[in-house]
Structures are given as C-alpha cells and as structure tokens.
C-alpha cells in the first residue's frame, strides 16, 4: 500500500465535474479528506490523504492530470530552508500534523514533509521565513 | 547588594584563563555535574559556567553614525531600506529600532498581518554584510546645509553601528495560552481559542540570569558574547525588577530582571542575530546572547547548577487577561514539563511550543566557552551592580 498527501486545484470549469467518485470507484482509491476550500464558481482546493496500492495510486493521479487537476503531491512541495531556520519551535504551536516536530532532549525542529497537508500555517508563524511552499490558503503562499 | 563571600576571585580566575587552565562548563553541563557530584565537589571542580539564550527581544536597536556628507548634513529623518530611525540625534547619528515597521507596510490593515520587513531585518542585513539603502532628510542650517541624501551603503561604510538594546534576557518569562473564543496572534506566537495550545519563551537552566538570580556577577562591565561577538552589560534593562515571588531556590517565579547590553555589529555574525517577522504582531530582532559566570563561592556553584526541574513559570491567558492588565495566572509550570511538549493547565492536556531555540542558546554558550578557553576571553568585573534583593540561604 502506497499514501500520499496532495493538494487538488480544481478550476472553475472542472469544479462541478464527479471527478473524486470515479477516483474512489474506478481506481481503487481511499481517500482522506484532510482540508477543502471551495470558493463558489471560481475555485476548489482540496487536501486528500490518497492510498490504494502503488500502481493505482499513480493511476489515479495520472487520471486527475487528465481531467486538467493541478495535482501537487505535498511531501516535494513544503519547504525548509535550513540556513534560515533557528530551530526556535514557533511552527510546532501551529502544526496540526506533527510534520514539524521537536527532538528531545535536543530540541532541534524535524521536518517531516510527508505529513504535511500543506495548510500553510508554518509560513506564517515562522519568524525567520525559513518556511515556503504551495497552500490551500493563498494568503500563505510565498 | 550585599557583599557576598568570595571562595575564588575573579583575580584567581582571569588569572587561570590567561594560563589556559580555566575549567569552564555550559550551564547545562554544570546541572548534570552538580546533580552527580553536589554543590561542593563541583565548586571546587569548575571556575566559570557559561549560559546562553537565543530569542526574539524586541527591546532592541542599533546606534549608527552613517558618516559626515559633503556637504554636510544635520539629518533630522533617516531611513534604512525604508524603514524609518531615530534622527533627533547630532548630525549623522541615528537610532533604528528593532520593532520599527518598514513604511508604506499595510500593518493590521488585512488582520493578521505579515510585517516582513523592518529595524530587526535591517540590523541582521548590515551585519550579513549585504547593501541597505540609506536616505536622509533635513531642514538646513548654515552649518549643515545639505537638505536630501541619498546613497547605498553596506556595514563597512558606517563610521559606527553599535548594538545598543535597552532589554534584553528576560530572568523568566510568561506561558501563554488564550482563553478567548477566536485564535490570536501575538509576541508570543500564534494561540488557539479555548486554551488549545501554549508557548513559551526561555532558555530554561542555560538562561543567563536565571544561572545568577541575584545578580552578583552580572553588572554594569559584564563582559559578553552578543550576536557573536564580544559585548558588555551596559546599564539594568529596563523593566528590570528583582522583587518578585521566588522559589526556595532563589529562582524567579516570573519575569524580573533585565539587562541592556551593547556590542559592535561590525564584529558580530548573521547566524546569531536575526530579524524577525511576527504574524499580526510586528518587526524584531532575534538576538544570540549569553554570559559567563565566574564560580566565585558554593552558592554560584548551586545557583548555576540549576535544573529545568527548578524553574516555574506562570501561565497567563493572553486572550482576555493580558491585553486587558488583569495580572491573574492560572498556574505554575515547570520548564522540564515544558520541554516533554505536553503541559497540564487547570486539569487540561494541551500542547506546548518553545519560542526562544534551546539548540542556539547552547551554541551560545559552547562558542562562549570555546571563547574563554581558546581565546582568553577574560571576564569582566562588575562596576555597577544591578538592584538586587536580599539572598536568603535555605
């Protein structure tokens, strides 16, 4: 079995389109809903958590490409830039899915891209800006 | 302050630093060492403990004296990179403050706001070295008559840019959660409604004044490592209080003395001084420092030996009590409950963020160490003690 978190750009003229149903019913896929955000006639993006086994799973992303998703597959898009960050923490009080995290007794930050749902919260609570990436937020984006 | 009891000089150990033979710990080390070997062992064992700490203290600024112009200008208004200094100074000299916001930023306008730019980016661009625009604005005088000045300069060009933070190294700071119904965004980072989460500020047992809570060594003349480079203690920070609640220890239970330290930006590094950009709040600086404490009795040994286990602070609800001066807490925590990153608060389990880097404070630290035994760093006697309380022996 393969899992991996990716964000879903669905643009105005696929937004209506059953295009997760036949995901979920053609391919084989599990799907998670980790976050939406639909913006009514104009744009929907949407956080899955997608497994199914491997070969499927890549099907499935091949078949969103196809039906014009801009598909962004989390773990390669957050990132950190290691000469900026301090190892403070600040991004460990806002990170809902431990991507960040702290080792102790070192205290020194993990980054763990594939947990991330990519909800962008890291970018702003970084002090440093050693935080950037793609979100489903646009305000977040750097 | 009352005279305290000298075991060892500062003489003895100056003396031992120069020879190579100082033994110097981290205070991190000194716990483990004291813990061991108790009080006594570990005195006669170690001459210095050095301590360290590295977070956002907004309380911070730069003295820059960008040179005499030809002809001559009395600058009245100075920006760097647009971000606006002190010009109410003589001719050329100017303070920029850490928290200053770059102009034309849109501020809380779109709450939260982002604040990417300001004072604490342009001191950490100066001392990486990189180009900053510098302009100047004036009225005239018969002496100075130049009016508008415009130019790119880099570190090298200042005639001075001195380091110079009226508040820096809290002795203790504040949890803080939010008991409000909306999330907040605050100097102490972002916090969830309905006390979801919690955040922190503090070194903990490498903090500098929480190794000397009496502040017998650390005083005006206190020689320093600020933002990687040498620094001395300047003047009590202001704020700094030493009548506070204290454990049987010593050990401030909250906030209590400061200090205001000074030091060469041209000498000091990016790595240890950072702007910093805090959601919805503002600019600052995130400033490296720490100090070294000469072991000059038993009591410093047990005072430097001190634990994360030892060290409380109070929990404070930023979402309705802070902001509105209701000095309530609600409740005591130990930073060694801190740092597991779960923390029990009136019968609730919530999550708990540091904000100040525990990995650079002991970088801090051990660069200070490696300062003292590699380099004869000799440590400062001090000339004016900071108001201080009291010790009473357990």
């Given at each position: 079995m393969a899992s991996k978190n990716v964000l879903l750009i669905f643009k105005q003229n696929i937004m209506y389109r059953p295009i997760i149903y036949r995901l979920a019913t053609e391919y084989g896929i599990i799907f998670n809903v980790l976050e939406a955000k639909i913006l009514p006639k104009q744009e929907g993006r949407l956080i899955l958590e997608l497994s199914g086994l491997e070969e499927d799973v890549a099907k499935g992303i091949s078949y969103l490409e196809a039906e014009l998703v801009q598909v962004e597959v989390l773990a390669d898009k957050m990132h950190r830039d290691e000469e900026r960050c301090?190892?403070?923490?600040?991004c460990t009080a806002v990170c809902r899915t431990d991507a960040l995290a702290i080792d102790r007794p070192t205290m020194e930050i993990r980054f763990y891209?594939?947990?991330?749902?990519?909800?962008?919260l890291c970018i702003l609570a970084c002090p440093v800006k050693a935080m950037s990436g793609i979100s489903i937020d646009h305000d977040n984006e750097i | 302050m009352d005279s305290i009891p000298i075991q060892r000089s500062y003489e003895e150990i100056n003396d031992k630093i120069k020879q190579g033979k100082a033994v110097i710990l981290r205070a991190d080390e000194m716990t483990e060492l004291v813990a061991s070997e108790g009080v006594k062992s570990a005195f006669k064992k170690v001459d210095v403990v050095t301590t360290g700490t590295f977070g956002t203290m907004c309380s911070s600024g730069a003295f820059i004296n960008f040179g005499h112009t030809r002809p001559k200008i009395k600058a009245s208004n100075v920006w760097l990179n647009d971000v606006e200094a002190y010009?109410?100074?003589?001719?050329?000299d100017t303070y920029l403050g850490a928290a200053q916001v770059q102009d034309d930023d849109p501020l809380n306008k779109v709450h939260?706001?982002?604040?990417?730019?300001g004072g604490g980016h342009v001191i950490e661009d100066l001392i990486a070295g990189r180009p900053v625009k510098l302009r100047a604005k004036s009225y005239g005088t018969?002496?100075?008559?130049?009016?508008e000045y415009e130019t790119t300069v880099t570190i090298?060009?200042?005639r001075d840019a001195f380091l110079y933070n009226?508040?820096?190294?809290?002795q203790n700071y504040n949890c803080a959660v939010n008991l409000s119904k909306r999330t907040i965004y605050t100097y102490m980072g972002i916090l969830r409604p309905n006390m979801a989460n919690a955040t922190y500020s503090s070194a903990g047992q490498l903090s500098p004044l929480l190794n000397d809570p009496y502040y017998w060594t650390i005083g005006?003349?206190?020689?320093i490592f600020l933002g990687g480079a040498p620094g001395v203690v300047s003047w009590r920070g202001t704020q700094?209080?030493?009548d506070v609640p204290r454990g049987e220890?010593?050990?401030?239970?909250?906030g209590a003395g400061t200090i205001a330290v000074t030091g060469d930006m041209k000498e000091m590094s990016a790595e240890f001084i950072r702007g910093a950009s805090l959601v919805g709040y503002g600019c600052s600086l995130m400033v490296g420092l720490g100090i070294p404490i000469p072991i000059l009795n038993e009591d410093l040994a047990r005072f430097t030996g001190v634990s994360d286990r030892d060290i409380v602070c109070q929990v404070v609800d930023y979402g309705i009590d802070y902001p509105n001066a209701i000095?309530?807490?609600l409740g005591e925590i130990r930073y060694a409950e801190l740092k597991t990153g779960m923390i029990d608060v009136q019968g609730k389990s919530i999550p708990a963020a540091p904000l100040s880097s525990y990995p650079m404070a002991v970088k801090v630290a051990e660069n200070l160490k490696l300062w003292i035994r590699e380099r004869g760093f000799i440590l400062g006697v001090p000339q004016v003690h900071l108001p201080t309380t009291h010790f009473m022996a357990p």
């Open positions: 301090v190892d403070c923490g600040a891209p594939e947990r991330c749902v990519a909800c962008g | 010009g109410g100074l003589a001719a050329v939260p706001g982002q604040f990417r730019y018969d002496c100075y008559p130049l009016r090298r060009d200042l009226p508040r820096n190294a809290y005006v003349g206190t020689r700094h209080n030493p220890n010593g050990v401030v239970r909250e000095n309530r807490t």
